[in-house]
């Protein structure tokens, strides 16, 4: 498998050079884009090699609070992607099966998520795997004033780029996902030095497992067996103790300082 970095889609290398200003320059579009590119990639290169990739909290799934058929409830949640890319589910999310695929687009009501006519589909059954992946979306859409003939001019342009993610179904564990975890604490010889983590070859975070029926009744929802989850020091603290630290204190006595002669 390949160690080459590249992008969030895993289809170019990452960025590894950022603009350098100097007075008088003509700043284009491009040179605005490879600066946020380099500071992207470099946060994505952190992630995959300081913390790996899966689900770091939340994101669990559930039935809904009043269960439809073929309806799946995915909890918000915090995900890194196997391409470094944060996935950062704000809300939760009723999911329809039936549609196998779900962008992040929300309506106003989360239990009735826009997609394609559920009825147009296959109903899926058996086991299904629910996994998500990192997708960027194009926002705000503007006017641009025309140049030249506008023959070949575009009359509005997107002017912002959206961190979202979609949810689909897998009929599969994908393999990066059924690996063994290595040990956490190695013998710290030589042959224990670790490689550059293998790029995953698909984008895909599992966070759980369902069983559906022909009739779309949805049950034995699990998270364990095919998700991937990162270690996270999120619930690492503690609190300080005042009276357990005067309790450890010595009480030292000066020594007498003699009167000079």
């Not at 500071?39 to 992630?47: A, E, G, Q, S």
């Not at 770091?56 to 918000?76: E, R």
């Not at 604490?185 to 599992?206: C, N, Q, T």
Request: aromatic share 8%; glycine share 6%.
């Amino acid at each position: 498998m390949s160690t080459d970095h590249r992008s969030a889609n895993g289809t170019k290398p990452s960025t590894v050079e950022r603009p350098r200003y100097y007075p008088r320059q003509l700043i284009t579009a491009d040179d605005l884009t490879l600066e946020q590119d380099y500071v992207r990639d470099k946060l994505r290169r952190h992630n995959r090699m300081l913390h790996g990739w899966g689900v770091v909290a939340g994101a669990k799934l559930a039935v809904p609070n009043k269960p439809k058929p073929w309806m799946i409830l995915v909890k918000s949640g915090y995900i890194l992607g196997p391409y470094g890319d944060e996935i950062w589910i704000e809300r939760d999310v009723c999911f329809d099966v039936r549609t196998r695929c779900f962008s992040a687009e929300l309506s106003d009501d989360p239990c009735d998520p826009c997609a394609d006519d559920p009825s147009q589909q296959d109903p899926p059954a058996g086991t299904l795997h629910i996994a998500v992946r990192y997708q960027e979306l194009k926002s705000r859409p503007v006017r641009v004033q025309p140049v030249g003939c506008g023959c070949d001019d575009s009359p509005c342009e997107y002017s912002r780029w959206r961190d979202g993610y979609e949810i689909c179904v897998l009929d599969e564990c994908p393999e990066s996902h059924t690996e063994a975890p290595p040990d956490f604490f190695p013998g710290g010889r030589e042959a224990d030095l670790p490689d550059l983590p293998p790029l995953p070859s698909d984008p895909w975070v599992v966070l759980g497992t369902v069983d559906v029926d022909a009739q779309g009744n949805v049950s034995n929802l699990r998270h364990c067996g095919c998700r991937r989850q990162v270690r996270s020091f999120a619930h690492f603290w503690w609190r300080c103790n005042d009276e357990e630290t005067d309790n450890r204190r010595e009480l030292v006595v000066p020594a007498p300082v003699k009167p000079s002669p």
